[in-house]
């Protein structure tokens, strides 16, 4: 993005986000795909994934529906995918030869797919998570934490703040209870 932004080519160009190269870049797929959308960027998903531990982009195809359903949720909160989509940029495993196996391996990543948008969709519904989010971060909506987010303070105003008022009460992020959360949807 910083390259498309320091050429004036980002009304030009919208990026097509992998999940096995954000993996390797030590980011996950759902960040990778956050960034993007926030910069007005994302155009298209490669459908696959990879092995973290091989350190190489292995191009598989995607099962694990907590990484599908991150991906759907991110494309559902941003509206649809408009001019892209999902596409395929995946290939089946050495030990998968036979004919078949590629009929399996895309079946099973439309599934993967479709199973995230679904779960994805009932997340967004029961807006439980939402809810969470908005409590957690609602000293954003007023104060010091709007001018913060809009830009207008920068580390002077913050060290004021701080010295005038102290330290801000610290909040459970509550990281257990949102994965189980999310594993009540799946």
């Not at 954000?22 to 960027?41: D, K, P, Y």
């Not at 002077?156 to 209870?177: C, F, I, T, Y």
Request: proline share 2%; charged share 25%.
């Amino acid at each position: 993005m910083n390259f498309l932004r320091e050429h004036n080519l980002m009304e030009h160009f919208k990026l097509n986000l992998e999940t096995n190269h954000a993996t390797l870049a030590g980011h996950s797929m759902r960040h990778e795909m956050q960034v993007a959308i926030a910069a007005n960027a994302l155009g298209s998903v490669d459908a696959n994934t990879g092995d973290t531990l091989i350190g190489w982009d292995t191009d598989q195809f995607p099962t694990n529906i907590y990484l599908t359903t991150e991906i759907m949720l991110e494309v559902l909160r941003m509206g649809g995918l408009t001019t892209g989509g999902l596409n395929f940029d995946a290939k089946c495993r050495r030990e998968s030869f036979e004919p078949v196996d590629l009929f399996h391996a895309h079946i099973g990543g439309m599934d993967a797919f479709a199973r995230g948008l679904k779960v994805a969709h009932a997340m967004i519904e029961d807006g439980r998570i939402n809810t969470f989010i908005k409590q957690r971060y609602a000293t954003y909506d007023t104060g010091i934490g709007a001018k913060i987010e809009k830009g207008e303070v920068g580390f002077e105003e913050l060290e004021a703040h701080v010295l005038a008022n102290g330290e801000p009460l610290l909040g459970s992020g509550r990281q257990e209870m949102l994965e189980n959360l999310v594993n009540e949807y799946l």
